[in-house]
């Protein structure tokens, strides 16, 4: 790509973010939680099941376990139990339970603050370590990719990657370090509400003039496959 084709680019994505946050002004992470081990354990529940789901499950779990020390020893029939409507909930709690306890071996009970030694914890890769980094600490560390980004930042061409590194590897080069997290979180809402997996509403869509997916709605990317394990996230 040339380096009028770059800044082009980059131009463009700042429009685009610029008009994701006239849409969603008060858009926020949508799990529930009062700590930053709250939210580490809700984003881990949250791999291939909807917040919603997740919010539901969260109260009875965090009264019964509200903290590290406490789900790293808690009785994993238990624990297996309370997350079990979000599914594959065998893997979900052991991964709960072992980052818990490197969390109380190792950082003093508390979830750390830097990249590195949040991916030691079991059950996190980048995307839930960004989740956890932008919104327990405020701290921008990298551009968070779900589904919704890997298939939106396809749809309006900022990327043709499909491995969510290298997506968030190029959406850092395009974005402002400040804004990669309003990205991640804006491109969810308007995931959710308009841009659609199935069925993308174009023709209501505030994003379609600089979207190049836009002339042609039936285009669609690729959605991760539900596997037989929970993968880090």
Not at 80 to 91: A, D, H, I
Not at 154 to 181: G, H, S, Y
Request: charge should be positive; aromatic fraction near 6%; include cysteine.
């Amino acid at each position: 790509m040339s380096r009028r084709s770059k800044s082009a680019q980059k131009q463009r994505a700042l429009e685009v973010l610029t008009r994701l946050k006239r849409l969603y002004p008060d858009a926020t992470c949508s799990l529930d939680y009062d700590s930053p081990v709250q939210l580490l354990v809700a984003t881990i529940l949250s791999a291939q099941c909807t917040d919603e789901r997740v919010n539901k499950v969260t109260p009875a779990l965090f009264a019964r376990f509200p903290d590290a020390p406490a789900l790293a020893g808690a009785d994993m029939d238990e624990l297996q139990e309370l997350v079990r409507s979000t599914g594959f909930y065998r893997n979900k709690a052991k991964n709960i339970q072992g980052a818990c306890q490197k969390i109380v071996k190792d950082f003093g009970g508390e979830v750390p603050q830097r990249m590195e030694e949040l991916l030691t914890l079991a059950g996190v890769a980048r995307k839930t370590a960004n989740v956890v980094m932008a919104h327990a600490f405020g701290i921008n560390a990298g551009v968070t990719v779900d589904t919704h980004v890997r298939r939106l930042s396809n749809r309006l061409d900022f990327t043709r990657q499909d491995n969510p590194v290298k997506i968030e590897r190029e959406l850092m080069a395009l974005l402002p370090q400040p804004d990669w997290e309003n990205w991640s979180i804006r491109l969810i809402y308007h995931g959710r509400a308009v841009c659609m997996a199935r069925n993308p509403q174009c023709d209501r869509c505030q994003l379609a003039d600089l979207c190049p997916s836009a002339t042609n709605p039936v285009i669609q990317t690729k959605v991760p496959r539900r596997g037989s394990r929970v993968a880090e996230v």
